[in-house]
């Protein structure tokens, strides 16, 4: 159900720093008065002593910072940590209940019952406008719930005034939810459709096949969503003996992270659940074990026309297991899709054989799998890349790793886990999964159990888990590639399966396989990439910098009130900015990067430009090899990822506060001098041309490629190329086309660099000045957008694209629209979208979810609002025999919002709403140096962060109701539709559509 958690669409220009600092709008001022007194009536009730002897102690002192209690009465365990970065605080319930505890005919239950816990209870109910949804919307609270083979957890983040409310919500959902047959019955269709849009991703598919192969005893052989049939069947008499078998405050563990005191929460905790019984019975327990597997087992799933996958999965151990500590730190040298470091990257990807490859050991309560999976380059067929990848993996269990390797991953493991715990929300995961697979003590040693870790050790458990005895392969294939280099070892059709001799013969035989294929590794040049280029990649450095005098600092200005005082703008002589806003204390430093580096500066037949650029950047400077900056980054447990968009380039990288200073010397060299290597582009390239044709198989992809398509004449920066024509036009673009797109985008009056944390302005100044010192380039680059290149000719129709075998179709409906972030009817704009369609719940769109159960989710936004004549669109998905009962009921919705407008309520609500959001979304330091330096590159007014509230409370009724009529125009939008579409008389697939007039 993740999709409860969405990110400001509506708002995404806006600021989410704005509110950081910023007083609540009078409607959060009431309901937080209302709140605190909740809570103080609590204390006086129980004050002091009487509320400390309603629980146990379970830490005499804080562990990590974490405070944890069980409830005597019921045995509710309470875990409670301060953490004073935001005005914010995150609630989580976690329930010991996941798929592992359902069985064949209910399998999926728990996770059907998660979006159940939505549906209500007498106090929360949202058929009477008092649901979850409902209550937290005027708040800015987000919620959500997710469920796994082990647990199920659900999670409110909201300003801290407001924690009293969030308890409520929990407790009271715990033991009195409704379950009405009209809630299942609706919901069915939902969860189907969630179900659906899975069976959609190749990986997902892929992955549940492996589980179910590897798994013949045990219940992770199912998945989480369970079988289609049990979902549409189960009774709503099964779900609610679910609900009472499992959700007891026994069962559960309340975790409270944030800005508040923990003595004022506790008497709270103990006010709203102290009167929940105990279970009436003992909870059902899992006692099914799976055997040790006996041989190598196989499977192909070939379906759709995406590109093929390759999974391999091996038995491991449970969560408390002390191997498991081995095999995280293995995880971590085999690597993810990011890190160029890893053992997978230089066999697979720096050799040619696959354009992605990842490690993942699945830690969970009962013994899981480690996972191997890898997509192929083009014509690399699957049986070639399964070698590949099998004796990457051999070497790890023949050779131990060496003594840096295991260093460097155990210090990504555990800075990356200090740096996922800085804000609340991330901490509460942490703290929730620990708990789902072995216990909250889990969690407090987990870092110390990974710096004990050996490379012998690392060794022995490659050894003894990842063999060929213990694994299960999974192929995926599209059905349009025959792929008749893969042999008859890795088929599994009715043929084959009669001709296997038995598992333990096909695990000889691959094992034969693997003695065959080293030959495809080729041996590393570790320097390679570093040094003198042969020649100057961009004009924005000096051949020589070695004695350039470090740049000087022509204006320091301060912002004015609570946010500004602290922040700091320093320009340069070379016209670069740097912003710092310092956290003493945060322990942590974000920098973010926005450079005027985006597609808009080239013609669309080389908009591949700007992204290869920025992917390549990373990819070898004049200082480090694409090698050294990989690990150098592993060893901070940290990435450097630069991506492009349609105007900017950028970056957002967090690190401890202890690497800020040894990281900037890293990202001023890749920005000043990569290299663009002729090889590294190549790579890139294809892996690029790879993901585009992924994406000609995905309807989300395909319906807004069909949209933008339509929208905008070629000329317009919002225009979209067909794929085809992408994939033609990625053939014409070569490595100068990068080198000079660099030398003129890349400059320093088109850049600002935000300093966010646990760092001093003037060391950030000193540092700038020193490592920058040869940036140089031309004037600050100009953006305007030519309205006359909106094409209208597709007004009110649609075009509908065929996918076959999608079980899943994604809508669009979308217009042009002339407003953006520096409009006077913006936040009218804004305010009007989030009430129709801000996301599935508590809008005026929220009927097609909750109460017809045609779609998982539904959401109305601006897509980009940085410049005008960007997209407002709503999106949704739906299944094919819905989507036309869909289409009537959005038209019907969005005509009656025109011509009624929006509801004096709707207004306050939505006022509220979005207040409320800006103080949860800016809870971290990664999003407030990301939205500090957007500010700076659009020429956002200084008092802009200190007036945002005032300018969303300024807006009236009027004014909102202008926007509706101005910008949602159905009769203007074009509707786009990707999915598996039929002959109406015969089952003959149409032919896609032509997106022209």
């Known amino acids: 159900m993740k999709n409860r958690r969405l990110p400001m669409r509506t708002l995404t220009g806006l600021l989410t720093a704005a509110i950081f600092f910023c007083p609540v709008s009078n409607y959060m001022a009431n309901a937080a008065g209302t709140k605190s007194t909740a809570i103080k009536a609590g204390r006086s009730k129980n004050a002091g002593a009487s509320v400390m002897t309603a629980f146990e102690l379970l830490t005499k002192h804080p562990v990590n910072g974490l405070n944890v209690y069980r409830m005597r009465s019921n045995g509710l365990t309470v875990l409670i940590q301060e953490q004073n970065l935001a005005p914010v605080v995150s609630v989580m319930m976690v329930y010991g209940i996941g798929s592992r505890n359902e069985a064949v005919g209910y399998t999926g239950s728990t996770h059907f019952l998660e979006h159940l816990m939505f549906k209500g209870t007498k106090k929360y109910d949202p058929m009477r406008g008092t649901g979850i949804d409902d209550t937290l919307k005027p708040i800015g609270g987000i919620n959500n719930a997710t469920t796994s083979q082990d647990r199920t957890n659900y999670y409110e983040v909201a300003p801290s005034q407001h924690v009293g409310l969030l308890l409520d919500l929990e407790a009271d959902r715990m033991r009195n939810l409704l379950l009405r047959e009209d809630d299942r019955s609706s919901e069915m269709t939902v969860v189907r459709n969630e179900l659906e849009r899975g069976e959609d991703d190749p990986d997902e598919l892929l992955m549940s096949g492996v589980y179910a192969t590897a798994f013949r005893e045990h219940p992770y052989h199912h998945p989480t969503i369970g079988w289609r049939s049990d979902v549409e069947n189960v009774p709503t008499e099964r779900l609610r003996k679910f609900y009472h078998d499992f959700y007891w405050p026994e069962n559960a563990s309340l975790i409270v992270v944030g800005d508040i005191k923990k003595e004022a ?161 991330g901490r509460a995961e942490q703290i929730g999964d620990a708990i789902g697979v ?197 060893s901070m447990g940290t990435s450097l990822d630069f991506s492009a968009d349609s105007f900017f380039a950028g970056f957002n990288v967090d690190v401890v506060a202890s690497d800020a200073k040894a990281i900037i010397p890293l990202i001023a060299d890749v920005i000043q001098k990569p290299l663009f290597e002729q090889e590294e582009f190549d790579k890139s390239r294809k892996i690029l041309e790879s993901n585009i044709e992924e994406r000609k198989a995905n309807t989300t992809s395909v319906a807004w490629m069909s949209l933008r398509h339509a929208l905008y004449k070629p000329e317009s920066i919002y225009y979209a190329n067909t794929f085809e024509d992408q994939l033609e036009h990625l053939k014409t673009v070569t490595r100068d086309d990068l080198v000079s797109f660099h030398k003129k985008q890349f400059t320093p009056a088109n850049t600002v660099f935000t300093f966010v944390g646990d760092i001093k302005t003037d060391e950030v100044a000193d540092l700038i000045a020193k490592e920058f010192a040869s940036y140089k380039g031309s004037k600050e680059e100009t953006i305007s957008i030519d309205p006359t290149q909106v094409n209208n000719s597709f007004a009110g129709r649609r075009i509908m694209s065929n996918l076959p075998d999608k079980t899943n179709m994604d809508v669009v409906i979308g217009c042009s629209a002339p407003v953006s972030i520096k409009s006077k009817d913006y936040f009218a704009e804004s305010l009007a979208s989030a009430a129709l369609g801000y996301d599935s719940f508590a809008c005026r769109l929220a009927p097609l979810r909750d109460k017809y159960g045609l779609t998982y989710s539904i959401t109305s936004s601006l897509t980009e609002a940085s410049y005008p004549d960007s997209i407002w669109a709503i999106s949704y998905s739906v299944a094919p025999e819905n989507l036309e009962k869909a289409q009537g009921l959005i038209t019907q919705i969005v005509k009656q919002y025109v011509k009624e407008g929006i509801s004096t309520a709707e207004l306050a609500r939505e006022k509220g709403h979005l207040t409320g959001v800006y103080v949860v979304e800016s809870r971290s330091p990664r999003t407030i140096a990301s939205q500090l330096g957007y500010s700076a590159i659009m020429g956002l007014p200084l008092d802009f962060l200190e007036n945002f509230t005032q300018r969303v409370n300024s807006e009236t009724q009027s004014s909102v109701n202008a926007a509706i009529r101005k910008y949602f125009q159905l009769d203007k939008c074009v509707t786009a539709i990707a999915g598996w579409l039929k002959q109406d008389k015969a089952s003959e697939d149409r032919k896609p559509a032509a997106p022209t007039p």
């Open 438 to 634: 072995a216990d909250w003590k889990w969690w407090t040693t987990y870092c110390d159990n990974i710096s004990k870790v050996t490379p012998q050790q690392v060794q022995a458990a490659a050894k003894k888990y990842l063999n060929a005895n213990n694994l299960t392969v999974g192929y995926y294939r599209p059905k349009t590639d025959q792929d008749e280099k893969i042999t008859a070892a890795a088929e599994t059709s009715a043929e084959s399966a009669a001709n296997a001799a038995s598992e333990s013969s096909s695990a000889s035989s691959s094992r034969e396989t693997i003695a065959t294929t080293s030959s495809v590794l080729k041996p590393v040049d570790e320097n390679k990439g570093a040094g003198e280029p042969p020649a100057q990649p961009g004009g924005s450095t000096s051949n020589d910098d070695r004695h350039t005098e470090p740049l000087r600092i022509v204006s320091r200005k301060r912002g004015i009130g609570k946010l500004g005082s602290r922040t700091e703008t320093i320009k340069f002589d070379n016209g670069l900015t740097v912003i710092v806003l310092p956290m003493p204390g945060s322990g942590t430093v974000t920098i973010a990067g926005k450079i005027k580096a985006g597609r808009y500066f080239l013609p669309n037949t080389k908009s591949k430009v700007p992204g290869l650029a920025a992917e390549l950047l990373t990819k070898g400077s004049r200082k480090y090899s694409k090698f050294k900056i990989s690990e150098i980054l592993e």
């Open 265 to 425: 929460v506790l008497a709270d905790i103990l006010n709203k659940f102290g009167r929940i019984p105990r279970a009436q019975k003992k909870l059902p327990t899992v006692y099914t074990k799976e055997p040790p597997q006996e041989g190598e087992r196989r499977f192909t799933v070939v379906r759709g026309q995406d590109v093929p996958r390759l999974l391999l999965g091996f038995h491991t151990v449970k969560a408390t297991d002390k191997d498991t500590y081995p095999l995280e730190v293995l995880q971590s040298i085999l690597g993810d899709k990011g890190k160029t470091s890893s053992r997978l990257y230089r066999a697979l990807v720096d050799n040619g054989l696959s354009v992605d490859a990842y490690a993942f050991n699945n830690v969970m309560r009962d013994p899981g799998l480690f996972v191997v999976g890898a997509t192929p380059a083009k014509e690399i067929a699957l049986d070639k890349l399964e070698s590949a990848v099998r004796t990457a993996v051999e070497d790890l269990a023949n050779k131990e790793p060496t003594e840096a390797e295991v260093n460097r991953a155990k210090l990504e493991i555990t800075k990356r886990y200090r740096l996922d715990a800085v804000d609340c929300q």
